[in-house]
């Protein structure tokens, strides 16, 4: 009796359940088309009450990055949670903006803040990680930011805690931004 052919619908190795292969037939490649790294933080419903009853509506944050230094935040608002989801996600890819990185960490500290929220973000060594709250480790994993330290020092807001972790990031500069802007020659810094 020959041996069973490999990878084929009985014995070998081949791809099924428990084996290592795909789980959901095949849609894994659709996944890898979409750059983007996608996270909703939260989704929060809403009742507005009128003269007929309470009219529900739901609203997703949601966080959008490429994992290499681009990063944008929405809030998607909408009847159904599923259209507040990827109406919050078409907006943050129009609004992402470019976070200066150095070697998968910032620049230099620096506090961001929004209304009542403030966030501190330092540089971290390599290997540290994200050390830093739900809502900031999804900014900082949406940007490809590797190793960061993150604290929240005011409001816990979830929207102005996103908002005050932009503020912080856009607020990031390389040295040769800085001595560009001074009109300084690297050679008089150092």
């Not at 007929?52 to 490429?66: H, N, P, R, Y």
């Amino acid at each position: 009796m020959s041996p069973a052919p490999r990878g084929g619908s009985r014995g070998g190795r081949g791809g099924g359940p428990g084996r290592g292969g795909s789980r959901d037939g095949g849609a894994a490649d659709a996944k890898d088309l979409n750059p983007f790294v996608e996270k909703v933080v939260a989704i929060n419903r809403v009742a507005k009450v009128t003269k007929g009853g309470k009219k529900m509506s739901f609203s997703a944050l949601v966080i959008v990055g490429d994992a290499k230094g681009q990063v944008g935040w929405a809030l998607g608002k909408a009847n159904e949670v599923s259209d507040a989801i990827r109406k919050g996600l078409m907006q943050a890819r129009k609004q992402m903006f470019r976070v200066n990185l150095k070697a998968g960490t910032i620049p230099h500290e620096a506090i961001g803040e929004y209304s009542a929220s403030r966030i501190l973000l330092k540089p971290a060594a390599p290997g540290t990680g994200v050390i830093a709250g739900g809502t900031v480790r999804a900014v900082c994993d949406a940007a490809g930011i590797k190793n960061i330290l993150a604290k929240s020092l005011g409001s816990d807001n979830l929207v102005n805690v996103v908002r005050a972790t932009m503020v912080g990031l856009q607020g990031m500069e390389t040295p040769e931004v800085i001595i560009a802007r001074r009109h300084a020659d690297m050679e008089e810094v150092s």
